[in-house]
């Protein structure tokens, strides 16, 4: 596509269900980037694929939250039984080898 | 681990002033880059800039890598420049993309 694309982009959930977050990255990006940012905060970085593969999940901040990337594309953010504090923006970004990087729109958590 | 340290961390202009941002490393450069977060919290690539300088309208970029730090230039401040800007780099030069803290600026009218 033209541009990073995020999905939903808003999402409020009750706390303890199980959401999912999309990332389609520009077309031909071989990394792909998760960061969470709460209000008025940096970017914490998450999670980067290069390919399908996460040579760092080092970021993840508990057992709650796993991704995956599929077919080199897509890639999906899941958080299991989520709690208040997981409310925030989550950003996605791509990139073709170590060039220039290029970000989604976000997607703003609101656990209730 | 590496740091990325920006300065200043809050910075206010009247319209029409000149302003320096500056990202300092604690180790190798890999890869820098600047970008701005809007108001609507979107963010802009604004240089790819691992070495040398860019120029860019009113604003330009420098990294001395040797020296391990970079730094943004705006000139002629304009109220749609305020927002936070943010440098990035690949410590150890692995594509793992690591953020700063942001310089958030506001410029008046």
């Known amino acids: 596509g033209a541009g990073v694309s995020q999905s939903p982009s808003n999402k409020v959930t009750e706390k303890g269900k199980d959401v999912e977050l999309r990332c389609d990255p520009i077309?031909?990006?071989?990394?792909l980037y998760w960061y969470r940012q709460s209000l008025g905060q940096g970017l914490e970085f998450l999670i980067y694929?290069?390919?399908?593969?996460?040579?760092?999940k080092s970021g993840l901040p508990s057992d709650r939250f796993s991704a995956e990337r599929t077919g080199g594309s897509v890639s999906t953010l899941t958080i299991q039984r989520t709690q208040q504090e997981d409310s925030a923006v989550y950003l996605c970004?791509?990139?073709?080898?170590?060039?220039?990087?290029?970000f989604g729109q976000g997607t703003r958590l609101t656990v209730v | 681990g590496i740091q990325v340290e920006q300065s200043p961390p809050d910075l206010i202009l009247q319209e029409g002033a000149n302003s320096t941002l500056r990202c300092n490393f604690s180790?190798?450069?890999?890869?820098l880059q600047w970008f701005h977060q809007n108001p609507w919290g979107q963010l802009i690539n604004l240089f790819y800039?691992?070495?040398g300088t860019k120029q860019n309208g009113r604003l330009s970029a420098t990294t001395v890598a040797t020296e391990r730090y970079s730094l943004l230039y705006i000139s002629s401040s304009q109220t749609t420049d305020s927002g936070v800007y943010f440098c990035?780099?690949?410590?150890?030069?692995?594509?793992?993309?690591?953020f700063g803290a942001g310089t958030r600026l506001t410029v008046k009218p």
């Open positions: 800039i691992p070495s």
């Open positions: 180790d190798s450069v890999n890869n």
């Open positions: 970004a791509s990139r073709y080898g170590q060039g220039e990087a290029f």
């Open positions: 077309s031909g990006h071989t990394a």
């Open positions: 990035s780099e690949d410590p150890y030069n692995n594509n793992d993309m690591r």
């Open positions: 694929f290069q390919g399908n593969s996460a040579p760092d």
